[in-house]
């Protein structure tokens, strides 16, 4: 067994500076640490239980077959401050049939974000 003792997500935006904007401003995404100088820098980001690193660039944008997954306590207060800092939402906040409230939204490169609220009544939330 791998022994992991921390974990992180790493993003290489097409435009760094674009993309530490919208992490960081537009989805309010507060800061663990820099490293590096300049427009090449990277910046890790937290993520609840994990982290975000952007760090590098690309040529291309992201698969599509790769998404965020982001658990916030109200969906529709996200979804009403995303829209005020104007964040492109894919779909708007509705409840899904297995139960969890799922909006979308996209990032400058195009990674789909889903912001997820686990209801107080669903199973994963649920303790009798």
Same mark, same amino acid.
């Given at each position: 067994?791998?022994?992991?003792?921390?974990?992180?997500?790493?993003?290489? #935006? !097409?435009?760094?500076?674009?993309?530490?904007?919208? %992490?960081?401003? /537009?989805? *309010?995404?507060?800061? %663990?640490?820099?490293? *590096?100088?300049? !427009?090449?820098?990277?910046?890790? %980001?937290?993520? *609840?239980?994990?982290?975000?690193? +952007?760090?590098?660039?690309?040529? =291309?944008?992201?698969?599509?077959?790769?998404?965020? &997954?982001? /658990?916030? #306590?109200?969906?529709? @207060?996200?979804?009403?401050?995303?829209?005020?800092?104007?964040?492109?939402?894919? $779909?708007?906040?509705?409840?899904? #049939? &297995? *139960?969890?409230?799922?909006? &979308?939204? !996209?990032? #400058?490169?195009?990674?789909? =974000?889903?912001?997820? @609220?686990?209801?107080?009544?669903?199973? +994963?939330? %649920? $303790?009798?």
């Amino acid at each position: 067994m791998v022994h992991v003792l921390s974990s992180r997500t790493l993003l290489r #935006p !097409t435009d760094p500076e674009r993309s530490r904007r919208f %992490y960081g401003e /537009q989805l *309010g995404l507060a800061v %663990y640490r820099v490293f *590096g100088t300049g !427009t090449e820098r990277g910046t890790v %980001y937290f993520l *609840g239980g994990g982290f975000l690193e +952007l760090s590098g660039r690309s040529g =291309i944008p992201p698969s599509p077959a790769t998404a965020l &997954w982001l /658990q916030v #306590p109200d969906a529709e @207060e996200a979804h009403r401050e995303l829209r005020e800092r104007g964040v492109e939402v894919l $779909r708007e906040p509705r409840r899904e #049939p &297995w *139960g969890l409230v799922e909006m &979308w939204v !996209t990032d #400058p490169d195009g990674l789909r =974000i889903a912001l997820v @609220e686990v209801p107080s009544d669903h199973p +994963l939330r %649920y $303790r009798p």
